[in-house]
Structures are given as C-alpha cells and as structure tokens.
C-alpha cells in the first residue's frame, strides 16, 4: 500500500529555536497533506490541510504563523513550529491523499516534539 | 457538532478471546464511519469503513456495523490474536475532515 514517512521520528529542542518536521509520500503523489496533533490520552486534532502549490487552509484555534505549512512538492510537505515553548511538546502526525485514491488517507508514524 | 467518543483503555485480552471497542458518535448529516489500526512504530492504518447505515465493514476477522439508531460503530473480533495488539481509532468523516475517538490500545497475551 502507500507509505508515507516522516522525519525526525523524535526531537528535543530548546524554548525559542524553530523545527521542522518533514513528510514524504514514498510512492504516489499526493495532491492533499494533512496535519493532526496528539495530546496524550486524547483525540488526533486536525491542524491544518494543504493542497500543493497552494496555502494551506488552517483549523480555528491554530496560529497559521506559529506552524509553518509547505506543500511545495507533489511528495513533500514541511511543517515548522517557529519559536517553539513547552506547551507545543506534542506528537505531530501527518496524512496524504491522492494518487487514483482520492478518499483515503495515508497517515506517516508521527513526530514527538519535546520542546525544553 | 462532530465527536468521537470510545471506551478508553487499555483493553487485555487473552489470545483468542472475543474483542469488543465501543465507539458512539455524534455527527450532523450521514457520516462515514471508520476504523484505524496503528501498530507500535507505524502510522494510523485504515482498517475498516461504512459508509451509510446498516453497513458492515469488516478486514482482517474484524467486523463493525453502522447504527444510525444508536449512533454507533462498534468494533469486534471473534479471536484475536497477539499480533492484532495495536491502538485503535474510531473515525467519522463529514465533508472533508476526519474526526478521531481518542484511541483505545488493545494487549493480547498469549
């Protein structure tokens, strides 16, 4: 089936830098990417959905300039939590669409963000 | 509005022991209902879905059945197995979005 991959797998970083996450649709082209965060013990919360080439449409409550989406690609999409706080320690996971299948989501294995 | 609720977990099971994980939701409209599976390491993997009332989804030995009258999505197994040990997710989708339950982490021992 369709792989979607994601990197780091994990990262620590310090209060105030920036991280970005990665994630690649390994073998189809995915015209649609989306972001969800995890709290532990607590649902998948969509962030925001891209479509490549354009902006990415975020969800209420999200700070568009906090978390940096990038669909530049057909393969790749980045997101970057820009001055990061401990508050934004989270397990990031992303999905992908598209391909002939455009009603499932492939979803990567998630990145968990401590930010110290 | 849109919720996922599932029984929390985690659930412990011996090897071929009957698997039920309740799932009710809320939803304005005719959802599509689903059921994700995430292996230690993997990402959320589509296990199932049903798309109107009465339908059945099933993969893999499990099984579940859309009740509107109940509004739920109840996932069973007849025999589970070691190997199905995983999170797993309930799911409805209106319009475009996904809305997740909040998982339940299935043990099975041998």
């Known amino acids: 089936g369709a792989v979607v991959s994601q990197h780091p797998s994990r990262v620590i970083c310090k209060s105030g830098t920036s991280v970005k996450i990665e994630c690649r649709s390994l073998?189809?082209?995915?015209?649609?990417m989306f972001w969800y965060r995890q709290f532990p013990k607590q649902s998948l919360m969509l962030m925001a959905t891209?479509?490549?080439?354009?902006?990415?449409?975020?969800e209420q409550g999200v700070e568009k300039d906090k978390f940096l989406i990038n669909h530049a690609s057909l393969t790749l999409s980045t997101l970057t939590v820009t001055s990061a706080h401990p508050e934004d320690s989270s397990f990031y996971i992303c999905?992908?669409?598209?391909?002939?299948?455009?009603?499932?989501?492939?979803f990567g294995p998630g990145t968990r963000l401590l930010v110290l | 509005g849109n919720s996922v609720t599932q029984m929390e977990g985690p659930v412990t099971l011996s090897e071929e022991a009957f698997l039920t994980i309740n799932c009710t939701y809320t939803a304005t409209g005719y959802p599509s209902l689903f059921w994700y599976v995430q292996y230690p390491g993997e990402g959320l993997q589509l296990l199932l879905k049903a798309t109107k009332a009465d339908d059945k989804g099933s993969n893999k030995g499990f099984e579940a059945t859309y009740r509107k009258e109940t509004t739920s999505f109840h996932l069973e197994k007849g025999s589970v197995q070691v190997s199905d040990s995983a999170v797993y997710f309930c799911a409805l989708k209106n319009t475009d979005k996904l809305i997740f339950g909040t998982g339940t982490r299935l043990q099975v021992f041998p």
């Open positions: 891209s479509n490549e080439g354009s902006k990415a449409t975020y």
């Open positions: 073998d189809f082209q995915a015209t649609t």
């Open positions: 999905s992908a669409r598209g391909g002939g299948n455009q009603e499932t989501q492939y």
